[in-house]
């Protein structure tokens, strides 16, 4: 890209208001939506997922949605792909400016870092599952078994006992789509330059607005939509299945938990998740931070959009 392109991006916690404002801000600006959201990839999980509505896709174009289906694995280096494809189509054909929505915080690394993928920032839920993985009697074989169908170099590479280094092998290429071994060193700059604003709420406030969300999806038919995928065809261990809401309702589906007890589990961990984003949000460089409560919510980030 010979000229400079701006790219707005509008992220946060999950819950934390960031759909109306990018609609306001859309509408108010001539902008059309990127969403930036690692589940919405994925056909036919809308409920679990926040997914825009039609209403809202009425309002303003949106993009980056319906990418593949549930039984596909997909990466952030895919995602990275499509959406500077779509930057450059936006820009040189229309003249459009996109804002890129949502809470992924790898692929908005991806995104705007210009150094290699090698640099994904830490998956606290993957590496939790895979030191309990490795602590089990055999657990350790099993991990390196899972890096070699990954990437056989690394596996070759790290002795058994180095669980650390195995576990963040398999959590660099899971993320990324490319093995641990051929993460490059670093790339050429995009010409892309990018404003980040990043909704700041209270975190009470936070958490009732998730606890709230997650019984809306429940009444709005999260269970039924689980239950479609799987008859489709869609495995349990699937990658898209493994997504907050979509793990939990699997195991009210099986007979282990109550749909109460999933509830709970789906509130507990996306409050989790959101606490996460907002550690990642505040280390990361150029990100500047907004309330988005109140009238002037819009306008407070246009103004670090700008």
């Known amino acids: 890209m010979d000229e400079k ?95 890129f929505v949502g809470g992924t915080g790898l692929y908005l690394s991806a995104l705007t870092q210009p150094m290699g993928m090698g640099s994904v920032p830490a998956d606290d839920g993957l590496r939790s599952e895979l030191r309990e993985l490795a602590e089990r009697e055999g657990g350790k074989e099993k991990l390196h078994e899972l890096l070699e169908r990954l990437d056989p170099e690394t596996a070759q590479r790290l002795p058994l006992n180095d669980v650390r280094r195995t576990i963040r092998a398999i959590e660099v290429s899971r993320a990324t789509g490319i093995p641990f071994s051929r993460q490059p060193v670093r790339e050429e700059a995009t010409g892309i330059e990018w404003k980040i604003a990043a909704t700041d709420l209270p975190r009470e406030i936070l958490y009732d607005r998730i606890n709230r969300r997650a019984g809306q999806m429940i009444e709005k038919g999260l ?28 195991l009210h589906l099986e007979g282990e938990w109550s749909l109460d007890k999933a509830l709970e589990e789906i509130r507990k961990g996306t409050r989790h998740y959101a606490k996460r984003q907002e550690t990642y949000l505040r280390r990361e460089e150029g990100v500047r931070r907004f309330s988005p409560l109140g009238k002037d919510a819009a306008e407070q980030a246009w103004e670090i959009l700008q």
């Open 223 to 250: 269970k039924e939509e689980v239950m479609g995928l799987l008859e489709s065809g869609v495995s349990p261990e699937a990658q898209s299945m493994q997504a907050i809401g979509y793990k939990e309702m699997i």
């Open 5 to 99: 392109i701006i790219c707005r991006v509008l992220t946060g916690p999950t819950a934390s208001g960031k759909t109306e404002i990018s609609l306001r801000l859309a509408e108010s600006h001539g902008l059309e939506i990127a969403c930036m959201d690692s589940m919405q990839v994925y056909r036919g999980m809308n409920i679990g997922t926040a997914k825009p509505t039609q209403e809202e896709r009425n309002r303003v174009p949106h993009h980056l949605l319906d990418l593949c289906d549930p039984c596909e694995s997909f990466s952030a280096a895919m995602y990275r792909n499509l959406a500077e494809q779509l930057i450059r189509e936006k820009w040189e054909r229309e003249g459009k400016e996109l804002l």
